[in-house]
């Protein structure tokens, strides 16, 4: 069975750390450009984070420096570390696979229609 798998969401103070997983199963994770995206209440949808097949890196203004995104290609899985977390992260996170390898501003893109779609976990920040 094709799936994406996110977990690691919860609810952190501002200020402390996450780290949210995306373990994919059926396929091979390598071979696609693995984009993080999140959704807040009332927002739309908005790219994170991307990692390629070669795995480089790109990320939305908003997390850099903060976020880290990485893949762990024998566990088929892929990472999004974030730190110093701010009430404004908080949101429901999606991970999605392209179709390709290359992030190629993905995280910028506001439409895409990826190949597949994890069903999200949800990343609260409050005191």
């Known amino acids: 069975q094709v799936q994406l798998v996110e977990s690691g969401g919860g609810l952190v103070q501002p200020g402390g750390s996450l780290r949210l997983s995306c373990a994919a199963s059926g396929f091979t994770l390598q071979s696609y450009a693995l984009v993080w995206l999140r959704q807040a209440p009332g927002k739309e949808r908005e790219g994170v984070s991307c990692?390629?097949?070669?795995?480089?890196?790109d990320y939305a203004d908003s997390v850099k420096g903060r976020f880290t995104i990485s893949r762990d290609n024998a566990k088929n899985t892929v990472y999004l570390q974030m730190n110093s977390l701010k009430p404004e992260d908080t949101a429901v996170y999606y991970c999605a696979a392209a179709s390709r390898s290359l992030c190629a501003g993905l995280v910028k893109r506001t439409t895409y229609r990826y190949t597949y779609w994890g069903r999200g976990t949800q990343v609260t920040v409050s005191s």
């Open positions: 990692i390629s097949g070669d795995g480089n890196t």
